[in-house]
């Protein structure tokens, strides 16, 4: 991806952030290697990862986030290295002292796992956010429901207008023209599917069922088929997911058996 050249409040702040004096509240991140990695993702959002961490939910905010709001994207990094929170729409979003003091192999950047841990955590009420915990257990602790990704669509992004359209049975052609016209707005689209029978990942999934955020980026298409066949037709679209941009292109069938709603933030 060719970068643009920042602007110069983006620099501004990133130089003061850098000038800074005040220590950092984590105990296991370098505010050179954070620093590095924020200008590196301000160059290149998709460098955005989620790494071995089942933060979808989080990194699609966090690359909207990047891609829309640079410079808040900065305030918010230096907010939460120098004091473990930052200012929400309506609320402030504070990482507790045992995240910030937990160590152990984060599986990702320091700067990505900064700011998805302390999203995450935010929403958790039993299980807590650790970087080496069992698999059974950081999966419980990184689902992400429709609730929470509305929440950071507002708190995060400021969008002032938020919905969820659920097509578990139905609606994805309602859904997708919904978010065509947020994103030409400016807004953004968040989906909920199902990693592996929409991604190409090269697993066939056993049973269809949501388990992956990823961001619309638009180039959205609908080509009707049939009314009466569910297997003519065909949806495709450009989305962000796992450092990458991915085009999903499939069968009417195919693609509503795997997507399963679309979290829209518009002002």
Known sequence: MTSQPLDTSIIAALADFEKS?????????DKKQVLAEIKIRLNDPFQVNQ???PFCGPASILFE????????YVQICRSLFETGGFAGQTKRIQATERLRRSQG??????????????????????????????DILRNLAGMTKSWEMKGWTQEVLNYRQVKYIHTYIYGETEALNTATQAIASGGVAFALITADGLLDTGNQPFLPYPNHWITILGNISIKRGLLWSKDTGRFSMDVYSWA???????????????????????M
């Not at 004096?21 to 991140?29: D, E, G, Q, T």
């Not at 990702?108 to 915990?133: C, G, H, K, Y």
Request: glycine residues 8%.
């Open 21 to 29: 004096n005040s220590p950092s509240v984590w105990a296991n991140l």
């Open 51 to 53: 790494g071995g961490q």
């Open 65 to 72: 986030l990047i891609r829309k709001q640079p410079l808040r």
């Open 105 to 134: 192999r984060l599986r990702m950047s320091q700067a990505d796992w900064m700011v998805l841990a302390t999203l995450r955590e935010s929403e958790n009420l039993i299980f807590p956010v650790e970087p080496d915990a069992p």
């Open 244 to 266: 990458k941009k991915y085009y999903i292109d499939k069968g009417k069938g195919h693609f509503e058996d795997y997507f399963w709603g679309v979290v829209l933030g518009s």
